[in-house]
């Protein structure tokens, strides 16, 4: 027999380890690439150098594309990763590709296409990569998911794609740095960054390519016209972006006319850098061009567009603006001012281009009713977080947005309390804590304040941070005494006895949660009273003495309860049933499930809790 040594055999146990009950890595099933573009130009050298790049892991992990707006650095990588994938599903390759690519299949697992956009959160992208790979990645924060990431990608064969980097630097770098190293990367961005060594400047398309393109997007076929589209092409820095809305116009008002009504707008500007991107002005004067053009319809919906960060639905801009906007939409879109995708019910989903964008808004911040539309939008996302909680979940990054950027205090205190609980159970933890403190900043009543207060201190509890959260919580409690508001009075002890049982001052915890258990009877408590119960039962259990335990798991309080009926009581008979099933007390468990059961066999499946049994 071959002899294996102990270091092989080492590695063999740690892959089965890290690797067992995670996910299948199957990124061709999930699909995350943009659509391959069917009027892409080739520009095979590109692409050649780009793919011998990427596939020489051992000198390039990272390769970085930088170029000035509108050059088609999205599209390029666009077409490089449809080149690996096309292979891998069909085995077709490009003739003048196949040299290069061999027989051999690459990135087997797929390809994780990261977009990056203003604003959007970092749990965002969290969820995003959750759903695509069909397992639930919980963020808490960027160590631990650096950790969490490692893990479930230890073994994939994937590349990593971020793309528009420039549009969210902090997110970009945090996903720079957990794939640094890991898995190959292909990078784009408008700006250089320093921590990335750029091996490619993308810049404008060669002549043939440039009227190829123009012709493409104009429907035009002959060849009679070339001298005059290269003229065009040239005029316009034969930027791909550029050309392809001109084409567009050429298309509907013919080339003569929009070649003359080019020349008296476009002026010949170099490129410049601006704010460390480059830029080339010359694309304001073709936008400009395209907006007014534009119907008085297309030019008011074009610029509420904008008004979204995030891409948006056709029935949101219809309820902001009150008003049917599908058929403008589709318009817009096909004069390459909009891009249309679709969501996972078939829905149409509608975004810019990052500098169409950014001309959008400046058209937009002319309206006359400017104000008024923000105002309109504010109220129509409060509404949402307030009555269409089915909604929130697709909306959350725009809301947060929103929030960061309201100026209108008693709008964003009705947000905050009103999103409160939704972004403590889905672990926008970040971005509650923000929130909290600008809205204990800012609100002018007492009590709200104070409820924030609380809000505050249990959030820093769950993240360990015990001595913040004793600060807010005993602040609090200076407001809500057991007159003011007993409920929440038991609420702040309560949280302040479980740091003390987390701190692992279990007598002191002990002691004091024996006190608000008589409180919470005293004031007809049934829920802090199960809480103060089960916290001394879990203290008692497994720190103090075992037989103490069921002195506090309320099997008598529930028999004797006049308020049976009482939801907190019910959720006080769901933690006995489980910590009596926990400690192996089947006997004592199943008297209480035959108790409760009259009473809430519309609530409880009864019959799966005694088969569980």
Avoid at 217 to 238: F, Q, R, Y
Avoid at 589 to 594: H, P, S
Wanted: with cysteine; net charge negative; glycine share 2%.
């Amino acid at each position: 027999n071959d002899i294996v040594h102990d270091d092989t055999i080492v590695k063999i146990v740690q892959e089965k380890i890290i690797s067992s009950n995670l996910p299948k890595i199957d990124l061709k099933v999930h699909a995350t690439l943009p659509p391959k573009d069917p009027m892409f130009v080739d520009r095979e050298d590109d692409i050649i150098e780009i793919i011998k790049a990427i596939l020489n892991n051992d000198q390039c992990l990272v390769y970085g594309i930088n170029g000035m707006g509108g050059m088609g650095k999205s599209a390029i990588i666009t077409e490089v990763c449809h080149i690996f994938q096309e292979q891998l599903k069909s085995g077709v390759k490009r003739e003048y590709v196949k040299n290069i690519l061999g027989d051999k299949k690459y990135f087997i697992d797929g390809i994780l296409w990261i977009k990056f956009e203003k604003d959007i959160s970092l749990k965002k992208h969290v969820e995003n990569i959750s759903k695509i790979i069909e397992y639930d990645i919980e963020y808490k924060g960027i160590e631990d998911l650096k950790h969490k990431f490692e893990k479930i990608f230890y073994s994939s064969d994937i590349l990593v794609v971020l793309d528009s980097c420039e549009q969210n630097e902090e997110n970009f770098h945090e996903f720079y740095e957990i794939f640094l190293n890991r898995k190959p990367m292909l990078i784009t961005s408008r700006k250089r960054f320093d921590n990335v060594t750029y091996k490619k400047d993308l810049y404008a398309l060669d002549s043939k390519s440039a009227i190829q393109l123009f012709k493409q997007n104009a429907s035009i076929t002959s060849d009679k016209n070339d001298e005059e589209i290269g003229n065009i092409c040239n005029e316009l820095h034969s930027l791909p972006l550029a050309i392809i809305i001109i084409a567009k116009l050429a298309d509907k008002y013919g080339l003569s006319s929009i070649k003359e009504k080019l020349n008296n707008k476009l002026h010949h500007e170099a490129p410049v850098l601006r704010n460390g991107e480059i830029e080339n002005v010359s694309m304001k004067y073709v936008f400009e061009l395209s907006y007014n053009l534009l119907s008085e319809d297309e030019k008011k919906i074009f610029a509420v567009s904008s008004l979204f960060n995030y891409p948006f639905k056709a029935e949101t801009l219809k309820n902001i603006l009150d008003k049917e906007v599908s058929d403008t939409l589709f318009l817009l879109e096909n004069k390459s001012l909009l891009e249309k995708t679709k969501d996972e019910t078939a829905e149409n989903i509608y975004s810019f281009h990052p500098l169409i964008r950014e001309y959008a808004y400046t058209k937009f911040e002319e309206l006359d009713d400017s104000e008024d539309l923000k105002k309109a939008k504010e109220l129509y996302f409060l509404n949402i977080a307030q009555s269409q909680k089915d909604k929130l979940k697709e909306n959350i990054d725009e809301i947060l947005f929103i929030l960061k950027e309201s100026k209108n205090d008693d709008n964003f205190i009705s947000f905050v309390s009103t999103l409160d609980w939704w972004l403590d159970e889905f672990g926008y933890w970040i971005d509650r804590e923000v929130l909290l403190k600008k809205a204990v900043a800012i609100s002018k009543n007492e009590k709200d304040k104070n409820h924030f207060k609380v809000s505050l201190g249990v959030l820093y509890n769950k993240q360990n941070r015990f001595n913040e959260s004793k600060k807010e919580l005993k602040e609090a409690l200076e407001y809500f005494t057991i007159k003011v508001e007993s409920q929440n009075y038991l609420y702040i002890n309560y949280s302040l006895n479980i740091i003390k049982y987390r701190e692992e001052k279990y007598k002191n915890s002990y002691i004091l949660n024996s006190k608000f258990i008589r409180e919470s009877l005293y004031l007809n408590s049934s829920n802090w009273y199960g809480a103060f119960c089960r916290t001394n039962s879990w203290i008692t259990g497994n720190y103090l003495y075992r037989e103490l335990t069921e002195e506090y798991l309320l099997v008598n309080f529930i028999k004797d309860s006049k308020n049976i009926k009482d939801s907190n009581t019910m959720r006080a008979f769901e933690d006995i049933r489980r910590f009596l099933t926990a400690i192996e007390e089947y006997s004592k468990a199943k008297e209480l499930i035959d108790k409760i059961e009259p009473y809430y066999s519309h609530y409880l499946d009864f019959n799966t809790l005694r088969l569980w049994l």
